[in-house]
T-cell receptor, first 114, second 114 residues
Framework: ETGVTQTPRHLVMGMTNKKSLKCEQH?????MYWYKQSAKKPLELMFV???????ENNSVPSRFSPECPNSSHLFLHLHTLQPEDSALYLC?????????????FGPGTRLTVL | AQTVTQSQPEMSVQEAETVTLSCTYD???????LFWYKQPPSRQMILVIR??????QNATENRFSVNFQKAAKSFSLKISDSQLGDAAMYFC???????????FGTGTRLTIIP
């Protein structure tokens, strides 16, 4: 595997389910991100991790719970979601948290909440 | 707070022709970075081109170039000799020192007409 991978690619869940999204980067980067992408809206930054430490929580509801066990892996744990949480969830990584750093994105998980 | 505006939700161009995608932004910072990212259908988002506001010279990457007008806070992307593989959503984004997180626009969907 190369670059940034995400699993699963598609997920359908009920509002009472608990599921997790997984992201792995094979680039040796130190920073990782979760974004939410909804139609006709700008990408919304959700969480930022740098060297496994969370540096940003962009007022995300507690039904989204991130976990970063090491610099290569990032999880997003989901529970009691709402239909409006249906979206494409993108993971990204960058070498560091510098303004100039290019972010490398995964293919995303298409989440549908019924 | 930074904002990014892409006023063209959709654009189309004939193959081999040139197209320009518009982007305006608002920031109170004097130095910052501007990016164009490309998201092909069902594929990962990738960086197209990057510009540091400190540099007056417009960035160029092969067929992609920008027209950076700092006073007007404008950062348009020109694609020359358009190819079918250029069909994608194009996102304009910005970061600055002290707020290294990307702020995205809503995107422009580019269609290439054969």
């Amino acid at each position: 595997e190369t670059g940034v991978t995400q699993t699963p690619r598609h997920l359908v869940m009920g509002m009472t389910n608990k599921k997790s999204l997984k992201c792995e980067q094979h680039l040796g980067h130190n920073a990782m991100y979760w974004y939410k992408q909804s139609a006709k809206k700008p990408l919304e930054l959700m969480f930022v991790y740098n060297f496994k430490e969370q540096t940003e929580n962009n007022s995300v509801p507690s039904r989204f719970s991130p976990e970063c066990p090491n610099s290569s892996h990032l999880f997003l744990h989901l529970h009691t979601l709402q239909p409006e949480d249906s979206a494409l969830y993108l993971c990204a990584s960058s070498q560091d948290l510098l303004a100039s750093d290019e972010q490398f994105f995964g293919p995303g998980t298409r989440l549908t909440v019924l | 707070a930074q904002t990014v505006t892409q006023s063209q939700p959709e654009m189309s161009v004939q193959e081999a022709e040139t197209v320009t995608l518009s982007c305006t932004y608002d920031t109170s910072e004097s130095d910052y970075y501007l990016f164009w990212y490309k998201q092909p259908p069902s594929r990962q988002m990738i960086l197209v081109i990057r510009q540091e506001a400190y540099k007056q010279q417009n960035a160029t990457e092969n067929r992609f170039s920008v027209n950076f007008q700092k006073a007007a806070k404008s950062f348009s992307l020109k694609i020359s000799d358009s190819q079918l593989g250029d069909a994608a959503m194009y996102f304009c984004a910005t970061t600055n020192f002290g707020n290294e997180k990307l702020t995205f626009g809503t995107g422009t969907r580019l269609t290439i007409i054969p």
